[in-house]
């Protein structure tokens, strides 16, 4: 049977002594025996502890629990219920991780596209990513309910000129208006603007707002606070459901 001092065992799975003398203290990695000079001895079986407990640590597990795994009778069911409460914890850190990196990208983006950046700018995008998700929710439900229109106009149009069918069209044009109606006052109730002078969040007038010049996420409007008139970022108003 082989034997191997401390150096020896901590060169055969790359790690340092102090590591091996480390595992020793917390009673995970014992010698088998002691020279008569009073220096420790690893076996084979040693060999092969250090290697598992080495890879359960690159494995993210904690001693302690490496601890109590090593003393179980059957350590392979603990094992795989240790590596997926481990994949558990690793993915909630990535998706973390992710969450900031995305931060730290809008950030990137908003330096290059200001003349200016400032810290009122990183507070404009901190607000904009928080209310992401409720924005999202208020274009989903404009979305939703014009699926029905968009059908109702298609239908109509085919029937008409298909089947000299008109009552569709009529129908749609009807319905049409107050839904128009409806779904302005339901956007513009719910969402404000950022104005990129004074990063103040306003809503502005409903006539000013439904006329004026637009991209998918900003609107040419003036700004209440200031008076500045360009376009502003959207977002979700405070008091929107």
């Known amino acids: 049977m082989s034997k191997y001092t401390t150096g020896e065992l901590a060169k055969l799975c790359g790690v340092t002594v102090r590591t091996v003398q480390y595992y020793d203290t917390r009673g995970i990695l014992i010698p088998s025996e002691l020279s008569e000079g009073g220096r420790r001895l690893y076996t084979d079986g040693d ?9 359960l640590r690159d494995m ?31 993915h909630c850190e990535i998706a973390q991780q992710q969450a900031k990196l995305e931060k730290v990208e809008a950030l990137q983006r908003q330096a290059k596209q200001q003349e200016q950046f400032s810290v ?5 995008i901190a607000r904009l ?6 924005l999202k929710r208020v274009h989903g439900i404009l979305l939703l309910t014009g699926i029905p229109m968009s059908l109702l106009e298609v239908t109509g149009i085919v029937l008409w000129i ?9 129908l749609y044009l009807l319905l049409s208006v107050p839904y128009g109606i409806w779904g302005s006052r339901y956007y513009f109730r719910r969402v404000a603007y950022i104005c990129p002078q004074c990063h103040a969040v306003f809503r ?21 606070c200031c008076g500045y008139h360009g376009f502003c970022v ?8």
């Not at 502005?204 to 209440?224: D, G, N, V, W, Y």
């Open 47 to 55: 060999l092969r502890r250090l290697k598992i407990i080495c890879f």
């Open 60 to 90: 993210g597990l904690p001693i302690d629990a490496i601890a109590q795994l090593l003393e179980e009778e059957e350590p392979g069911r603990v094992i795989t219920l240790l590596l997926e409460q481990q994949a558990q914890t690793l």
């Open 120 to 124: 009122e700018s990183i507070g404009d």
């Open 204 to 224: 502005p007038k409903f006539k000013e707002a439904f006329f004026a010049r637009h991209t998918p996420s900003a609107r040419k409007l003036t700004c209440t």
């Open 162 to 170: 298909a089947m000299g069918i008109w009552w569709p069209c009529v």
């Open 129 to 134: 990513m928080e209310k992401r998700q409720q």
């Open 234 to 241: 959207e977002t979700v108003g405070d008091d929107a459901i």
